[in-house]
């Protein structure tokens, strides 16, 4: 029989992803480099579709129709190279071979470049939705050629979410696009749970409301235009009684949260890149900092949290908690808009012509960060590209609403800081929109420190040129 694509890397992700093919009606070659997960798999699940056993990948790649298709589902890295090496002797002229794990969108470029000179396709595929998006319907993010697309679009697209009848799968970018919107996807996740994080965290801590009660608020506010994916399960999550103490699960989990992996990519790209991302850095350092439990540990006891969660009183009632929802949604936009001019910058860097409005609609379904507002903001990068907005705080479609969070986001901030309740990314979210919106920034100073010691010159702001301060002689201006 000949297969319409391989999957080799049977763990979870190419599992689900090899069984939600065969349940789409494809014929899925199946190879793990131990067989003893191939076996796993078609005995738990092999009634679930077409399979093809293979041991080997010379058996694998002899199995597949032409083109042939070959999907690399295994650990990040050097092994998604081993894997290259060994097939790269198999495979003829015009073949594709696909990593749909998580790679950096860097070695993407480099494995497509490899491969392109030895006339193969390769695309570096973002994939979000964990597990279960993996099995039912996952948001797919394909970079490589647009002619690989021809070929492999079809079905990806099939496997795909599905958003009221549109796949959550669109060619995105040459090369390593498609990883690089997935990276700049997993950013904003970040920033989105570190805002919610620090609502959570205000309402706690100023207005006194046990996790339980803001399951409530929470909920209430998935039916608001905050609706979306994390807003639903942190109502779960705060809502979960521990079954070993009956307290809040949340009050029993370790407060310590990573940032090894795609989060602290973002942040490294937009650097390069030149694109502040302030709430999605700050979400990243916001989980370095939880990190350091030593350090917290020993600066708890030397100047104490200084928060007295006792103190609710009419100042944090219903009102701040209306005010927290309007800061979240505020802070929610800034890090969307900051994601997507990061993927206008780095478009510009690496040459590729990536369609905001495409690109939000991949994530309406299927991947974390899925949320109602993801509508709005196709609707803002809809249009002639001359006519869209610079950044997305400027689409009409948010403009009112920013105006009106406004005031309760500065309350907020306010009350964070006067209060001693860290909120980090409320806090440098609303310095961005302030700063975006400045008719002047203390910039200027800089470039004159700059200057002084330096002689690193400035420009005028009434006159065309370079200048510079003679600061050590007469003091007097000199064009550079
Ligand atoms: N887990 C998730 O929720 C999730 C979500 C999105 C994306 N991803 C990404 O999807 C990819 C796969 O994730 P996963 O969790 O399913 O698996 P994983 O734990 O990252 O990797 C395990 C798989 O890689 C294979 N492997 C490791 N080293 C190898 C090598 N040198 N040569 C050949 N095969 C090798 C293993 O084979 P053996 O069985 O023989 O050891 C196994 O099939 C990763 O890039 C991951 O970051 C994961």
């Known amino acids: 029989m000949s297969a319409d694509i391989g999957v080799t890397g049977l763990a979870v992700m190419g599992a689900n992803l090899a069984r939600n093919l065969a349940r789409n009606g494809y014929t899925v070659s199946l190879h793990n480099r131990s067989v003893e997960r191939t076996d796993a798999l078609l005995e738990a699940h092999g009634s679930e579709g077409e399979f093809v056993r293979t041991e080997s990948l010379v058996q694998l790649v002899e199995s597949l129709e032409r083109p042939r298709r070959v999907l690399i589902m295994v650990k990040a890295g050097a092994p998604v190279d081993a894997v290259i090496d060994d097939l790269l002797p198999l495979l003829d002229e015009g073949d594709i071979v696909i990593d749909a794990g998580n790679s950096f969108f860097e070695e993407t470029r480099r494995r497509e470049e490899r491969l392109r000179e030895k006339g193969l396709h390769f695309v570096g595929v973002g994939v979000s ?11 797919i993010m394909p970079g490589g050629s647009e002619e690989s697309y021809r070929t492999l679009g079809p079905m990806l697209e099939k496997i795909a979410a599905d958003y009221h009848g549109e796949p959550c799968c669109t060619w995105v970018g040459t090369d390593g696009a498609g990883h690089y919107v997935k990276m700049v996807h997993n950013g904003i996740e970040y920033a989105d749970m570190q805002v919610i994080g620090e609502a959570h965290d205000l309402m706690r801590s100023l207005a006194g409301l046990e996790p339980a009660a803001q399951g409530e608020v929470f909920r209430e ?12 399960i942190t109502a779960e999550v705060l809502e979960h009684e521990d079954e070993r103490t009956g307290r809040p ?46 350090l917290r540990a020993e600066t708890n006891r030397v100047f104490s949290d200084g928060v007295d969660s006792t103190a609710a009183d009419e100042e944090f009632g219903p ?21 997507m001019d990061m993927l206008v910058a780095a478009g510009e860097e690496f040459g590729w012509d990536l369609d905001l409005k495409e690109i939000a609609s991949l994530w ?15 609707k ?29 986001w500065r309350r907020v901030v306010a009350a964070a800081a006067e209060h001693g ?13 302030d700063s975006l919106r400045r008719d002047r920034l203390p910039a200027a100073l800089t470039q004159g420190l700059r200057d ?22 007469d003091r007097g201006e000199v064009e550079a």
């Open 221 to 232: 506010w998935n039916t608001t235009d905050l609706a979306s994916y994390l807003i639903e």
């Open 452 to 473: 002084y010691f330096g002689a690193h010159t400035y420009q005028r702001t009434d006159v065309e040129g370079t200048f510079h301060t003679l600061w050590s002689g």
């Open 364 to 378: 309406r379904a299927g991947c974390i960060i899925r949320a109602d507002l993801l509508d709005t903001i196709m």
């Open 249 to 294: 699960l949340v009050d029993v989990i370790v407060d310590s949260a990573g940032q090894k992996g795609t989060g602290r990519w973002t942040a490294i790209s937009a650097l390069e890149v030149g694109s502040p991302v302030t709430a999605i850095a700050e979400s990243v350092f916001a989980r370095s900092i939880s990190s350091q439990r030593e």
């Open 380 to 408: 803002a990068f809809d249009g002639e590209s001359s006519r869209l907005p610079k950044n997305l705080l400027l689409a009409e479609e948010f403009t009112e609403a920013l105006n009106e969070c406004l005031p309760a």
């Open 129 to 139: 939705g964990g597990e279960e998006g993996a099995l039912n319907g996952p948001s």
């Open 421 to 433: 309740v860290p909120a980090p990314v409320f806090s440098s979210s609303l310095a961005y929109y």
């Open 319 to 339: 009102e701040f908690v209306e005010d927290v929802r309007k800061a979240l949604y505020a802070s929610k936009l800034v890090a969307y808009a900051q994601g």
